[in-house]
């Protein structure tokens, strides 16, 4: 193979990559915002273990926990991190959590 040759298969090989997400679907992608209804959270202390748990995933950019209404609202990057992990991640740290909107958790 060729220098000219070698340095094109490279270039289309970088451009698939860049393609890729972008071919993955519509929608998710850049900063999305969310919703998230949690029920266990008791006290203030709980809320900040939610936000704990949110904020330690990568892609997520803020965390507001609302105690008297039993959700978090969630700032987050669509390419790096889902709702689902989101919900996971609350139930790892304890406390049980579902999309509003009828989307069951399991
Ligand atoms: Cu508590």
């Given at each position: 193979m060729g220098r000219l040759t070698a340095a094109v298969a490279g270039v289309v090989a970088l451009l698939l990559v860049l393609a890729?997400?972008?071919a993955a679907g519509p929608g998710k992608q850049g900063i999305q915002e969310t919703t998230i209804a949690v029920s266990?959270?008791?006290c203030?202390?709980?809320?900040?273990?939610?936000v704990q748990a949110l904020k330690r995933l990568d892609?997520?950019?803020?965390?507001q926990?609302?105690?008297k209404?039993?959700?978090v609202r969630v700032r987050y990057d669509g390419d790096k991190v889902?709702?689902?992990r989101m919900m996971e991640a609350i139930r790892k740290a304890g406390y049980r959590a579902s999309l509003p909107g009828g989307q069951a958790p399991h």
């Open positions: 890729a997400p972008a266990g959270m008791f203030s202390s709980c809320s900040a273990a939610v892609g997520v950019a803020e965390a926990a609302d105690l209404d039993d959700r889902t709702p689902r």
